[in-house]
Every structure is written in C-alpha cells, then in structure tokens.
T-cell receptor, first 114, second 115 residues
C-alpha cells in the first residue's frame, strides 16, 4: 500500500525567509502527488498537484513543489514566507485506478515568526 | 458558489448517544468522502462514494459507524452508540469524476466531542 511520510512535525521560519517542507512517498509506480493546506478551524485546500510532465509544479499562493523520482520525494517550497502562511501542510498521494482516494501524510505545522 | 456544507459544526454529546453528521457536496460533484482527523492518527479516510454508491468503506472503524448517501446532494455519517474515542473532527469532501485528479473540496468539518 502507498504511504506518505512528512518527517517534520513542526517548522518555524521567520517572515521573509525561504521554506521547504519535506514529503516522501512509498509506492511502486508513479503516484499522483498533492499538497494541501489547512488553516485553523478550516478544511483542507489544494495548493498544487503533480501528475506527469514537468517535475516542477507551481501552485497557488506562491508555492511550488518538485517531484524527484530518484528520491521518492515531493518537497514543497516557497521563496519568501508571509505571516499568513502559518498553517498545517499535508502531502498526499493517490494512484491510477484508485479513484480520488488520497492517502495523507501526518502533516507539518508551520509557524511564522514576525 | 457554495462549497461543501457540513452540519453541525460542533457537537458535544454523552457516551452512548447517537450522533449524525451531515454533508451537502458541491453541486455536480459525483464523489464524496468522509475523513476523520485526530491528533494521534491524522487524517483517515473512512468511506467514499461514487455516484451515491459506497466504493470503499474499509476505513470505517467498526459497526458503530455507518454512512449513507441517499441522493447526489446529501450524505450522513452516523455513530451509534458514540464513545469518547470517537471524539475528532470529521470532514466531508467532494470531487468531480473518478480520475485521480486529487482535487478534493473540503467542508469546514464537524468537531465531535463525546463525554
């Protein structure tokens, strides 16, 4: 079965600093990969997704992620973090034939220091 | 457009009581998902429907949990009897199509506390 690992439970960065959130997946074939963001008291919102093609994908709110097959990784990045980016970030994976059944990672809580 | 609508937003009940959570998916979406979120276990898929038919309920914890989707615009998740370990935030999400587009649209969740 596929699995998703987010090794960092909490990350704190200063406003204006760059950000990278790590995500590793375990699956034999090429998965479909996603990043979602959850603000306090809210549901999850899709930031970006990767299906195929260009391994660097752009998302909303200035986020991007890079798929690296050799490392089974799909890390999320942002060049300059804003205080409003403080939230919890979830990496997720699905696969061909799995419908829209997503497996989520355990999440990374991002704190932004002013 | 209205997003996924869940009710109630908060529910506090006593152990042994029946709990019913409700969800209205986005109009036109034909897949619906129920997730449970806890600190210990993160986000768990409980069940999902496609065209109102349950496709995978392997995540439903036990027989105390049941879910229905009588029509394309309404779904319920019922817990009977409820137990303190059921305390969690329950999310409903909907999407369009069966391809693995992954773009699920989530409701704001129903926070359940079982005393």
């Amino acid at each position: 079965a596929q699995s998703v690992t987010q090794p960092d439970i909490h990350i704190t960065v200063s406003e204006g600093a760059s950000l990278e959130l790590r995500c590793n997946y375990s699956y034999g074939a090429t998965p479909y990969l996603f990043w979602y963001v959850q603000s306090p008291g809210q549901g999850l919102q899709l930031l970006l997704k990767y299906f195929s093609g260009d391994t660097l994908v752009q998302g909303i709110k200035g986020f991007e992620a890079e798929f690296k097959r050799s490392q089974s990784s799909f890390n999320l990045r942002k060049p300059s973090v804003h205080w409003s980016d403080a939230a919890e970030y979830f990496c997720a994976v699905s696969f061909t034939g799995g419908g829209n059944k997503l497996t989520f990672g355990t999440g990374t809580q991002l704190k932004v220091e002013l | 457009d209205a997003g996924v609508i869940q009710s109630p937003r908060h529910e506090v009940t006593e152990m042994g009581q029946e709990v019913t959570l409700r969800c209205k998916p986005i109009s036109g979406h034909n897949s619906l998902f129920w997730y449970r979120q806890t600190m210990m276990r993160g986000l768990e898929l409980l069940i999902y429907f496609n065209n109102n038919v349950p496709i995978d309920d392997s995540g439903m914890p036990e027989d105390r949990f049941s879910a229905k989707m009588p029509n394309a615009s309404f779904s319920t998740l019922k817990i009977q009897p409820s137990e303190p370990r059921d305390s969690a935030v329950y999310f409903c999400a909907s999407s369009l199509g069966v391809a693995a587009t992954g773009e699920l649209f989530f409701g704001e969740g129903s926070r359940l506390t079982v005393l």
